[in-house]
């Protein structure tokens, strides 16, 4: 069974760095694009930033760029979301998912996106 798995959240201030990750168990995380989500309290989960199977990045929330990257470790079967200069505004449970291993692009859409990890929660304090 395909699971993925979050962590890395917590309480930081204003400024500080985290690096989240998706470690995915029962297959081979290389051959999938991954996507990171954030929903925070009221509004709707958005998309911030992908990495297809080819390890082509993709943003989609334009308030993280310069930010925020991704990048992912095939011997850990683990996708990182490296966060710097983290805002109160990013302020959000953050998931991982992943589209099915055939697709090859990014998407912002979470519907195109068939696995998810259960969020890991990232609060950052002004």
């Known amino acids: 069974q395909v699971q993925l798995a979050e962590s890395g959240g917590g309480l930081v201030q204003a400024g500080d760095s985290l690096r989240l990750s998706c470690a995915a168990s029962?297959?081979?995380?290389?051959?999938?694009?991954v996507g990171w989500f954030r929903q925070a309290p009221g509004k709707e989960r958005e998309g911030v930033l992908c990495i297809s199977s080819g390890d082509t990045p993709a943003y989609y929330a334009d308030s993280v760029k310069g930010r925020f990257t991704i990048s992912r470790d095939n011997a850990k079967n683990t996708v990182y979301l490296q966060m710097s200069n983290l805002k109160p505004e990013d302020t959000a449970v953050y998931y991982c998912?992943?589209?099915?291993?055939?697709?090859?692009?990014?998407?912002?859409?979470?519907?195109?996106?068939?696995?998810w990890g259960q969020g890991t929660q990232v609060t950052v304090s002004s």
């Open positions: 998912a992943t589209r099915p291993p055939y697709e090859y692009y990014c998407s912002g859409y979470g519907s195109e996106y068939d696995l």
């Open positions: 029962g297959t081979t995380f290389s051959r999938y694009t």
